[in-house]
């Protein structure tokens, strides 16, 4: 399959700045398998379009305050966006300008102390950077970073709405975005309608984020992130009705146990046409990027309806990106 299949013309002002309030208000593109079935609806709405015995998966990672503005010994400015923070003094990361800081650079805070060291970079531009002045690179991105946003996003967003509301350890360096529509009230909607609730965690890093480049998608290279799921939820999801998988990240943790039988570790699946799902009935997503791995992901998931399906939501003024509405499909 071409990359350029997954290609689609978006508009600017079709992007997302900034997050509805409530949360749960965000318009919801409810997909009936054709046109006249298609629903224009509130996330709010969730638990009256779910089924009694249905299970909702959600990724209950927390944003780390993972951008970092540091200097060099010469003064120059130089940001760093660890892309697998963690409780470990060395971690992954993104550094820009990247050729104007060879591998060996130690990068100084506003104070003056030396507290980054920079590595060699990898062929798809990743560095290793090793924490000098903190016991861990998630004690250093405490005190120093600041919670990322989207490069698209052209506005300040106060960093708690770039999380969800059950956001738990700081695993990784982007929100899983479907989730931030879910709020508090949603969630009380879902148990009192019979439907469950159950939690993974999968870190999500510039394997998630970055745009599909190759011509060809089996050229493609997704790159690895951490996962783990609970015992109880893997067995939650055997008993389910469905599995309403909240976001593109939860589908590749659960289809990652589906393929390996590993409740934990690290996962390389990339998701694309055509792909036999094992686990995921339903998903929750936001509207993605052209070329993305997440819009290939909703490609494999719902064949190529994704197109028709993102020609209603333009026409009908629905807002994509991480800020922007959500839609919910089925497998049909």
């Known amino acids: 399959m071409q990359t350029g299949e997954l290609e689609y013309a978006l508009p600017p002002e079709a992007v997302a700045q900034e997050p509805v309030e409530p949360r749960h208000d965000a318009r919801l593109l409810v997909d009936g398998g ?4 298609v629903q224009h609806r509130r996330v709010r709405d969730l638990p009256a379009l779910l089924r009694p015995g249905d299970l909702a998966v959600v990724n209950d990672t927390r944003v780390a305050p993972a951008r970092l503005h540091l200097t060099k010994p010469t003064g120059g400015q130089v940001e760093v966006l660890v892309t697998t923070p963690g409780p470990a003094p060395g971690a992954e990361a993104l550094v820009r300008p990247g050729r104007r800081v ?8 506003a104070a003056g ?6 590595g060699a970079a990898d062929p798809d531009g990743r560095r290793q950077v090793t924490a000098l002045a903190h016991r861990s690179i998630s004690a250093l991105l405490d ?13 300040p967003v106060p960093p708690a709405r ?10 990784s360096a982007a ?9 508090a009230e949603v969630l009380g909607g879902l148990a009192e309608a019979g439907i469950g609730l159950a939690p993974l965690d999968l870190g999500i890093s510039v394997a998630t984020f970055r745009p599909i480049t190759a011509d060809r998608l089996e050229d493609h290279v997704m790159g690895s992130e951490r996962y783990a799921v609970p015992p109880g939820t893997w067995a939650a999801c055997g008993e389910a009705r469905r599995v309403v998988a909240v976001g593109t990240t939860a589908v590749r943790a659960l289809e990652t146990v589906a393929a390996t039988g590993d409740l934990a570790g690290s996962s390389g699946l990339f998701i694309r046409p055509p792909y036999a799902f094992a686990v995921t009935d339903v998903l929750l997503t936001n509207f993605h990027m052209p070329r993305s791995s997440l819009l290939c992901l909703l490609a494999a998931f719902v064949g190529e309806r994704w197109r028709r399906l993102y020609e209603i939501a333009l026409q009908s003024g629905y807002r994509f990106g991480s800020f922007g509405d959500a839609m919910l499909v089925s497998r049909f």
């Open 34 to 37: 054709n046109d006249d079935e």
């Open 102 to 109: 060879p591998p060996g650079t130690v990068l100084r805070d």
């Open 113 to 118: 102390r030396d507290v980054l060291r920079v």
């Open 143 to 155: 005190e120093l970073g600041e919670v990322p946003l989207p490069p698209y996003i052209g506005r």
């Open 162 to 171: 770039y999380q969800t509301v059950y956001a738990r350890r700081p695993t």
């Open 175 to 183: 929100a899983p975005t479907a989730g931030l529509h879910l709020s």
